[in-house]
């Protein structure tokens, strides 16, 4: 019975390690989804406010303040996405360690 343990240990390893890189690429497909939707809300709301910058004078800047989504809250919202994918994968990891 020895020998069939070092192939049955071999077999296990692999299938944890085949887990794993699927659980990985699935929150990371999961992520890039998620940057794709957070593009596309970008790119409507910047050509909703230049589809309403031809209709009004917008010589103080004023339309700036009719996007909600603007550069930086953008780039908050794609930070959070990546930390969160991130924190999806350790703690998953972290739980297959116990299998």
């Known amino acids: 019975m020895a020998p069939f343990r070092g192939i049955i240990d071999r ?3 692999k299938e944890k390690d085949i887990r794993k890189f699927q659980v990985t690429r699935s929150v990371n497909d999961f ?3 998620m940057l794709r939707v957070l ?3 970008w790119n409507d709301q910047e050509n909703y406010v230049k589809t309403l910058s ?3 004078d917008d010589d103080d800047g004023v339309m700036d303040s009719f996007n909600p989504l603007r550069e930086e809250k953008a780039a908050y919202i794609r930070k959070r996405i990546l930390d969160m994918g991130g924190d999806c ?3 998953v990891q972290e739980t297959m360690k116990g299998m």
């Open 31 to 33: 992520q890039k989804g």
């Open 89 to 91: 994968l350790r703690a």
């Open 54 to 56: 031809k209709f009004f």
């Open 11 to 13: 077999n296990m390893e």
């Open 39 to 41: 593009e596309d809300l």
